[in-house]
């Protein structure tokens, strides 16, 4: 149990344009995902905490109209990057911690991570 | 602020031999949870082990254990009969328990060597 997917897990892009990562939570119901960046040989960066059905919550330094996140449903988060530049070629990672009322409560289950690079 | 270090950049072991990767941390709180993460070259993030604060008993799971020293707020993996597949960048996380909390603070990683 507690599966979390994403995709693509590999996409390269054109400078410029926008790309758009999926994270599903496959078999529980995600109160809260989590989405992160992560550089090579260094641990994971968060950017974004979001919740179903409100706004997300950027750390600071992160810029939320470059970032977008949408938490539709229970199961479902996007990451859409826009207007992508070289910089933002990175490793994204998605994570979903359970709903409270469930054994899964309090820890984050990771997906298998987004390969972004920017042409 | 909550922080976390992994003060071991790099560890080696030999296979099926035991090893420790440390962690420490620092907080106000009393209550609060801690992980263990493994992410291997594929870079898939492994959940390991986790531990309540308010439990006084390690956690293990398999070949895995934990040190848990809440008043030293140390927390670290014991490894026992390292395998090959075992290799990979650990990191140790906390998360507090107040409600509404729910961010991890990671440790910057080990990277852990089993050498055959």
């Known amino acids: 149990g507690a599966v979390v997917s994403q995709h693509p897990s590999w996409v390269i892009c054109k400078s410029g344009t926008s790309v758009k990562i999926e994270c599903r939570s496959l078999?529980?119901?995600?109160?809260?995902m989590f989405w992160y960046r992560q550089f090579p040989k260094q641990s994971l960066m968060l950017m974004a905490t979001?919740?179903?059905?409100?706004?997300?919550?950027?750390e600071q330094g992160v810029e939320k109209d470059k970032f977008l996140i949408n938490h539709a449903s229970l199961t479902l988060s996007t990451l859409t990057v826009t207007s992508a530049h070289p910089e933002d070629s990175s490793f994204y990672i998605c994570?979903?911690?359970?709903?409270?009322?469930?054994?899964?409560?309090?820890?984050?289950?990771f997906g298998p991570g987004t390969r972004l690079l920017v042409l | 602020a909550q922080t976390v270090t992994q003060s071991q950049p790099e560890m080696s072991v030999q296979e099926a031999e035991t090893v420790t990767l440390s962690c420490t941390y620092d907080?106000?709180?009393?209550?609060?949870?801690l992980f263990w993460y493994k992410q291997p070259p594929s870079r898939q993030m492994i959940l390991v082990i986790r531990?309540?604060?308010?439990?006084?008993q390690n956690a293990t799971e398999n070949r895995f254990s934990v040190n848990f020293q809440k008043a030293a707020k140390s927390f670290s993996l014991k490894i026992s009969d390292s395998q090959l597949g075992d290799a990979a960048m650990y990191f140790c996380a906390y998360r507090s328990a107040v409600s509404g909390t729910y961010k991890y603070i990671f440790g910057t990683g080990t990277r852990l060597k089993v050498l055959a």
């Open positions: 979001s919740n179903e059905g409100s706004k997300a919550t950027y």
């Open positions: 531990q309540e604060a308010y439990k006084q």
């Open positions: 078999d529980f119901q995600a109160t809260t």
């Open positions: 994570s979903a911690s359970a709903q409270p009322t469930t054994g899964l409560w309090g820890t984050q289950y």
């Open positions: 907080t106000s709180e009393s209550d609060y949870y």
